[in-house]
């Protein structure tokens, strides 16, 4: 499941959608697969930093000049310990989470515990991705991100659904 990634023109159009008035001390991507997305958001704001996560660092992603960490982002609490460790104002997250069945071994309360709880239930990676991604999120950061049909459409997510919309204000 973490070999599909995000094509260029996907990427610059979900970068394009964030608005120009917003300036992101960071972007991060911890589903980075090649850095495509990062890539996407480099030739927008080309000296912003930007942050890399996979659970499998590949010779592409390794060749970027991207802050690079090879783990697994559905630990939540080791995510935020690394990703978290600066005092980042404005934050853009990127993901294109991969996609398929995936039981957590990991537990995690605090931020979006209900949502994780409903991911959990759910035994797919997209859904637990997501909740490492949101646990990134503080009010004014901006999210942009390609989200499987299935969070949308199967009746199986429609708790998890609920829960994730509410937490959104969309921005076009």
């Known amino acids: 499941w973490e070999k599909y990634y995000t094509p260029a023109v996907l990427g610059m159009e979900i970068v394009s959608l964030i608005p120009s008035s917003f300036t992101p001390d960071v972007i991060i991507d911890i589903?980075?697969?090649?850095?495509?997305?990062?890539?996407?958001?480099?030739?927008k704001w080309p000296v912003t930093p930007c942050i890399a996560v996979d659970i499998c660092i590949n010779l592409e992603l390794?060749?970027?000049s991207f802050e690079i960490h090879k783990m697994d982002a559905l630990n939540i609490?080791?995510?935020k310990k690394i990703i978290l460790n600066k005092n980042y104002e404005s934050k853009l997250i990127l993901a294109n989470?991969?996609?398929?069945?995936?039981k957590s071994n990991y537990e995690h309360?605090?931020?979006h515990e209900a949502l994780f709880?409903?991911?959990?239930?759910?035994?797919?990676v997209e859904a637990?991705?997501?909740?490492?991604?949101?646990?990134?999120l503080d009010i004014g950061d901006y999210f942009g991100g390609v989200i499987p049909e299935n969070v949308f459409?199967?009746?199986?997510?429609s708790n998890f659904r609920d829960k994730f919309i509410s937490l959104f204000d969309n921005v076009y």
């Open 31 to 43: 589903c980075a697969g090649q850095g495509g997305f990062l890539d996407q958001a480099q030739t």
């Open 109 to 111: 309360s605090g931020k």
């Open 128 to 136: 637990l991705m997501l909740v490492s991604n949101l646990n990134l």
């Open 77 to 79: 609490d080791l995510l």
């Open 153 to 157: 459409m199967s009746a199986n997510f």
């Open 97 to 102: 989470p991969p996609f398929g069945y995936k």
């Open 117 to 124: 709880r409903e991911a959990k239930k759910l035994n797919r």
């Open 62 to 64: 390794n060749k970027k």
